[in-house]
């Protein structure tokens, strides 16, 4: 059974160009949540979405930033006219329901804005 | 608001020391409280989770207790070992479940033989 599997690991991005972050939940999964990681910083959450649905997106920054969970395929984190501020490592996570305890984690994408 | 306040690293132990990183929190309601481990290049994985008051989690020798009266969940392990150098995470979900966690800032241990 694979776990939650982020692409690409790495990305750099010149700025002002799109980032497109990719999240395939664990078999069975379908809430999923990203968060960001910032040099030195703790994750900070973005947003939760479910399939075809967000739920919950308070911690996402109100311009350039999106996300969507399709019925079928990944969810995708979407960053357009990247900024230096950008640079961070994302992870996404999966769980069955929210009410299950446990979230498991991608490895992350580590974005880099030159 | 809710938040998590763990000691500041990094750490730095001998094989076979006793390690203790601490975590505190502040959120309203009922939380639940989490230790994640962050091994280099990989992603987080949950080491142990208390639900209620009280609750102690366990998992590879490591132990927090949930303890409501001072608002902590502090790591402890009596013996490490190298294998365990990581970056460790305390976190809380506000609605106990698995949604919108919130993390501390995180604490790189590292243990030399």
């Known amino acids: 059974n694979a776990g939650v599997m982020q692409n690409p690991r790495h990305l750099v991005r010149r700025r002002g160009q799109e980032a497109r972050l990719r999240c395939s939940p664990m078999?069975?999964?379908?809430?999923v949540y990203w968060y960001r990681q910032l040099p030195e910083e703790g994750l900070k959450f973005m947003v939760y979405?479910?399939?075809?649905?967000?739920?919950?997106e308070s911690g996402m920054p109100k311009e350039r930033f999106s996300a969507e969970f399709p019925k079928e395929g990944p969810s995708i984190l979407r960053i357009q006219q990247v900024v230096r501020g950008d640079s961070a490592a994302y992870f996404c996570?999966?769980?069955?329901?929210?009410?299950?305890?446990?979230?498991?984690f991608g490895q992350g994408t580590r974005l880099t804005v030159v | 608001g809710n938040s998590v306040t763990q000691m500041e690293g990094p750490v730095t132990l001998s094989e076979e020391a006793f390690l203790t990183i601490n975590c505190t929190y502040t959120?309203?309601?009922?939380?639940?409280l989490f230790w994640y481990v962050q091994y280099p290049g990989e992603g987080l994985q949950l080491l142990l989770k208390a639900t209620k008051a009280d609750d102690k989690g366990s998992n590879k020798g490591f132990e927090a207790t949930y303890r409501k009266e001072t608002t902590s969940f502090h790591l402890e392990k009596g013996s490490v070992q190298v294998s365990d150098s990581a970056v460790y995470f305390c976190a809380l979900s506000p609605k106990g479940g698995s949604e919108k966690l919130v993390f501390g800032k995180g604490t790189k241990l590292t243990v030399n033989p």
């Open positions: 078999k069975g999964h379908s809430h």
């Open positions: 996570a999966s769980s069955p329901s929210s009410e299950n305890t446990e979230a498991f």
């Open positions: 979405l479910q399939k075809e649905n967000i739920i919950d």
């Open positions: 959120a309203t309601g009922y939380p639940s």
